[in-house]
């Protein structure tokens, strides 16, 4: 990263210190650090995954924006690229690993079927998105993304971590998060955030 990116506008530096002085906010160097080392979990669900894995290799590189390492737990993961159909079957195992990265973490909805269904939206074993259970940073549109698209989707993930706040961001707030409650499958996949409602139509 240049020293000019990392400085916060309004300051005027002397041109023979540019090179060695920065001016910033702790936020700014923050962010900084953690927009350039983002791991994503080593996860990937259908055809997208394969779009994923060649994002990853050499001719793409995701190394050029520190997040080459792919990691294999959740527990040192701070994103989750969901790349593929997230079927009804899965979405439970989606929820118990999201819960299990630590803060700060990110997803992103790679391709239709993460966005909203895909192909296979009225599918009886097809859940319509991802964000129906956890909370979604960045959508990647297409069917399946291509991998200069995933790229994209990250440098926007980048530009919204640069946009976030020691004051304000969730994992510095007191008291533990909640975790979101694991869907539960049966004949059919229930949220048990909407056990509530669900028993009031029925009565
Ligand atoms: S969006 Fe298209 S390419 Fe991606 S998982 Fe769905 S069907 Fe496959």
Request: charged residues 20%; glycine residues 8%; hydrophobic residues 35%.
């Amino acid at each position: 990263m240049e020293t000019n990116e990392l400085n916060t506008p309004g300051y005027e530096i002397p041109s023979e210190l540019q090179e060695q002085v920065a001016i910033t906010t702790l936020d700014r160097l923050y962010n900084w650090g953690r927009r350039a080392s983002v791991w994503p979990m080593m996860f990937g669900l259908a055809c997208c995954a394969i779009e994923m894995i060649c994002t990853a290799a050499s001719r793409f590189d995701t190394a050029r924006f520190g997040m080459e390492i792919m990691r294999p737990s959740p527990r040192q993961s701070d994103l989750l690229l969901v790349s593929g159909t997230v079927t009804k079957k899965m979405a439970p195992t989606i929820v118990r690993l999201y819960n299990q990265m630590p803060e700060p973490k990110y997803v992103i909805a790679m391709g239709a079927c993460a966005s909203g269904g895909g192909p296979f939206k009225e599918g009886y074993n097809v859940v319509s998105g991802i964000d129906r259970f956890i909370p979604v940073d960045v959508y990647i549109p297409g069917c399946p993304p291509t991998p200069q698209a995933l790229l994209n989707g990250l440098i926007k993930l980048q530009e919204k971590i640069s946009t976030q706040s020691i004051k304000t961001a969730r994992w510095y707030q007191k008291g533990p998060a909640e975790a979101i409650p694991i869907p539960i499958l049966g004949p059919d996949l229930i949220d048990p955030r909407k056990i509530p409602q669900i028993k009031g139509q029925k009565s």
